[in-house]
């Protein structure tokens, strides 16, 4: 079975404190993918990255990060200095071999308060 | 990145009647979109995946019969919500499956049903 959990539903900090949102994802293929999205008010999904199963090197790009570790099955997203606009739904998904599928987790709101 | 439209991005209808929801591919051809149903609060839920000259693939659950999908060409699959219920009600958002090797796709920017 394939699973993607976001334990956190909803996390409040404060303006440029730093944040993580976890991500746990269960599959038995040994190719997956693995995304977050971003879900403003307006609805629409923002696309943030994609990891390949084979890919376990970390990125960085700007405020965000991206830590994942198959050994833990996690895959999880850090914003540094949060701001206002971060505020959203974000979203956790895996996708497994070529079929395109994507299984979304529970979602976590962040609010980013002033 | 590539565009996918979908229209219209708000519909109200009443009790009984049936909603077509159009999903586009602006900048290449996808012979497989896929259709995703968001209730308030909560997360989003596959409901099938569309392939151009084929019949759409439902997953467990959905009633196809209720959700017909038609994916005429390779840049236009359709969503049409039968004998619509408030129960229906919901934010529909399609995505078009580009790149199979790199799982690369683009989502649509959504559409609120709202069934009264």
């Known amino acids: 079975a394939q699973k993607v959990t976001q334990a956190q539903t909803e996390i409040s900090v404060v303006e440029k404190e730093d944040v993580t949102l976890d991500c746990v994802y269960e599959?038995?293929?040994?190719?997956?993918?693995l995304f977050w999205y971003k879900q403003p008010p307006s609805g629409e999904l923002v696309f943030l990255i994609r990891r390949n199963s084979f890919d376990e090197q970390n990125e960085i790009s700007g405020r965000y990060s991206w830590n994942f570790q198959k050994s833990t099955s996690s895959f999880n997203f850090t914003i540094t200095a949060s701001q206002v606009v971060d505020s959203a739904v974000y979203f956790c998904?895996?996708?497994?071999?070529?079929?395109?599928?994507?299984?979304f987790g529970q979602g976590t709101t962040l609010q980013v308060k002033p | 990145g590539a565009v996918v439209s979908q229209h219209p991005s708000r519909v109200i209808c009443k009790s009984g009647t049936s909603v077509k929801i159009e999903c586009r591919s602006l900048?290449?051809?996808?012979?497989?979109m896929f259709w995703y149903r968001q209730f308030p609060k909560q997360s989003l839920m596959l409901m099938a995946t569309s392939n151009e000259g084929s019949k759409a693939t439902y997953e467990q659950g959905v009633e196809k019969d209720k959700f017909l999908i038609n994916h005429a060409s390779l840049t236009l699959s359709t969503l049409t919500v039968t004998s619509a219920h408030p129960e229906d009600s919901s934010f529909y958002i399609c995505?078009?499956?580009?790149?199979?090797?790199?799982?690369?796709?683009?989502f649509g920017p959504g559409t609120r049903l709202t069934v009264l």
């Open positions: 599959t038995r293929d040994t190719t997956y993918y």
């Open positions: 900048d290449f051809q996808a012979t497989t």
């Open positions: 998904a895996l996708s497994s071999g070529n079929t395109g599928k994507l299984i």
């Open positions: 995505s078009a499956f580009r790149d199979t090797s790199y799982n690369e796709q683009f």
